[in-house]
Each structure stands twice: as structure tokens, then as C-alpha cells.
């Protein structure tokens, strides 16, 4: 099956500071989603992003499919931002494989 | 965003009892999912049911686990005798392979 590796494995930040995570993935794609986990557990949709460039708010998410990676940009971060940040594909298949996760802590 | 609501929020059971989770409600949906996150680890994927019938299982779904749509809207997830390593943070999900899946709050199941 797909593989996904996520990096960096954590990450600590000052709020204010901007931060970039990324998502290798070791096969084509028919989807590709960015959460956000936050404190309570819950999944939070962030992207739905197979190719291209979406925008909303301070995030951002590129995805480059012919070269298999996805980047996930935070500007500006606050201390809300905190959480892990997963990436999650579909290939083939309906089920989405997820990556290990970010774990990012923004201080004050 | 469309809702994708479970229950119960928190289930702590003995080890050996069933416990059933459920997805309410859900109407006019084909795909399904359950995930599930053991703490600290990633989510994974347990098994997918698209109209009315099973179309994936993981290798974690083994004959513990069954899933049912009993009454057309519900979407419970059984596991029949529970284990200390069942417990996780349970999560429902819909959506295709081609557009975003939406994620419940999740279950969390604490086995004793």
C-alpha cells in the first residue's frame, strides 16, 4: 500500500514565527487531505488538496502530485495553531492511509 | 461543513464485554469509514462500507469487529468481546476516494 512519511516529527514555534510541514507519499493520488488535531481529539479538516494551491486564512497547502510531496504552510502562528498536523491519500483504494503526524507546539 | 456526529463520546468498559459505536444520524450517505487512533499513534483504517455491504476491511478487523446499518441512517461498529488493546479513540467517517471525507468527534474506548 501507500506509505506516507510526515516531516519534520515535532516541531516547537514561537507565536508570530512561520512554519512549513511536509508530506512524502510513495505513490499517485486520488485524494490528499491535511487535518488538524486538536487537544480534545478531534479531526479538523484543513485541505482537501490532490494537486495545486489552496489558501485559507494564515494556512496554506501545495500539492505536487508528478513529484509526490505536499507542503503545508503556517504563517503567523498562535498558540490555537497547537496540535498534530496529519496528511491522509487515497490511492486506488476509498480508504485514506495516514502519515505519522507533526506534532507542533506554539509558545507564547 | 456537513456533520458526521458518534456516540457515545466516552466508553470505558471490562475487558470481554461487546460495545457497540455508533454514527447517528446519517441519511442520503453511501461510503462509510471506521478509524481508529491508538493514543499517540497515527489513524488508522479499519473498514470501509459502501452501500449497505463491507468493500474493505484492514487486517485489524479481524472477526472481533462487524459493522452494520441497522435501520437505514445509523452506522454502529461492534466489537464482541473487547481486549486491553482496543482501546483508542474510535472515529466515523464518510466520503469518497475522490472528494474530502468528514470525520466525527470520535469514540473514545477505554478498555479495563
Known amino acids: 500500500g501507500i506509505q506516507v512519511e510526515q516531516s519534520p516529527p515535532d516541531l516547537i514555534l514561537q507565536e508570530g514565527a512561520n512554519s512549513t510541514l511536509r508530506c512524502n507519499f510513495s505513490d499517485s493520488v486520488n485524494n490528499l487531505q491535511w487535518f488538524h488535531q486538536n487537544p480534545w481529539g478531534q479531526l479538523i479538516n484543513l485541505f482537501y488538496?490532490?494537486?495545486g494551491t489552496k489558501q485559507n486564512g494564515r494556512l496554506s497547502a501545495t500539492t505536487v502530485a508528478t513529484e509526490r510531496y505536499s507542503l503545508l504552510y503556517i504563517s503567523s502562528s498562535q498558540t490555537t495553531d497547537s496540535g498534530v498536523y496529519f496528511c491522509a491519500v487515497t490511492g486506488t483504494a476509498s480508504k485514506l492511509t495516514f502519515g505519522t503526524g507533526t506534532r507542533l507546539q506554539v509558545t507564547l | 461543513e456537513p456533520e458526521v456526529t458518534q456516540t457515545p463520546s466516552h466508553q470505558v468498559t471490562q475487558m470481554g464485554q461487546e460495545v457497540i459505536l455508533r454514527c447517528v444520524p446519517i441519511?442520503?450517505?453511501?461510503?462509510f469509514y471506521w478509524y481508529r487512533q491508538i493514543l499517540g499513534q497515527k489513524v488508522e483504517f479499519l473498514v470501509s462500507?459502501?452501500?449497505?455491504?463491507?468493500?474493505?476491511k484492514s487486517e485489524i478487523f479481524d472477526d472481533q469487529f462487524s459493522v452494520e446499518r441497522p435501520d437505514g441512517s445509523n452506522f454502529t461498529l461492534k466489537i464482541r468481546s473487547t481486549k486491553l488493546e482496543d482501546s483508542a479513540m474510535y472515529f466515523c467517517a464518510r466520503g469518497t476516494s475522490t472528494d474530502t471525507q468528514y470525520f466525527g468527534p470520535g469514540t473514545r474506548l477505554t478498555v479495563l
Open positions: 462500507f459502501y452501500n449497505n455491504e463491507i468493500s474493505e
Open positions: 488538496i490532490p494537486s
Open positions: 441519511s442520503n450517505h453511501l461510503y
